[in-house]
């Protein structure tokens, strides 16, 4: 359990009533980690749903060219789902893209709330880092159960993918020397 002054910091929960931050705040833990601990793999189950308190996170996308199997469907709990890996071909060294920088304030892991509760990029703590942790199951549940809490929640996570989307797009740009002009 964490206070609910500690929430009412973050941008995320603006516009939430004092009654669904409590209902958020009763299930929040924090969390502490050095610099280089990885939190999650990109393919990963997402398990967390995270709020940075202080430090610094790297998201990435991990590209294992020739390393691993080309995607392959799988099948986990009589779902069939495609495979998180990215395949790029053979004879060529592994290769890591950052995607974002998640630094004090910024919310990560929506995967976990979002199906099919797959991680989408991997992070890592590039320095000591303090974040407010929400179990993916207890959280999912309490958005079920209170349906203005659960919008409030998904309206906010919207704006975090919305954001993290713009970011690789102006990575791929600047990758690729694209310009909007040249189409």
């Known amino acids: 359990m964490v206070s609910t002054d500690l929430l009412r910091q973050f941008d995320f929960f603006q516009g939430f009533s004092e009654e669904q931050i409590k209902k958020l705040a009763d299930i929040a833990t924090e969390e502490s980690y050095k610099a280089g601990f990885q939190l999650w793999r990109k393919g990963d189950p997402a398990k967390t749903f995270y709020l940075v308190e202080g430090g610094k996170v790297v998201l990435s996308m991990e590209n294992y060219m020739g390393t691993v199997r080309p995607p392959a469907y799988l099948v ?19 290769a890591q893209v950052t995607v974002d920088i998640i630094t004090k304030g910024d919310a990560m892991g929506w995967s976990a709330v979002i199906e099919p509760y797959v991680y989408t ?10 974040a407010i ?31 993290r989307l ?4 102006i990575i791929l740009i600047g990758e690729r020397g694209l310009l909007y002009n040249d189409r």
Do not use: Q, W
């Open 76 to 94: 986990e709990g009589g779902k069939a789902g495609m495979s998180m890996e990215t395949y790029m071909g053979t004879a060529r060294p592994p």
């Open 121 to 130: 990029l991997g992070a890592r703590c590039i320095a000591d880092s303090k």
């Open 133 to 163: 942790a929400f179990d993916g199951a207890k959280l999912r549940e309490l958005l079920n159960k209170d349906i203005k809490l659960g919008y409030a929640f998904m309206h906010a996570t919207a704006k975090v993918i919305a954001t």
């Open 166 to 169: 713009t970011h690789t797009e």
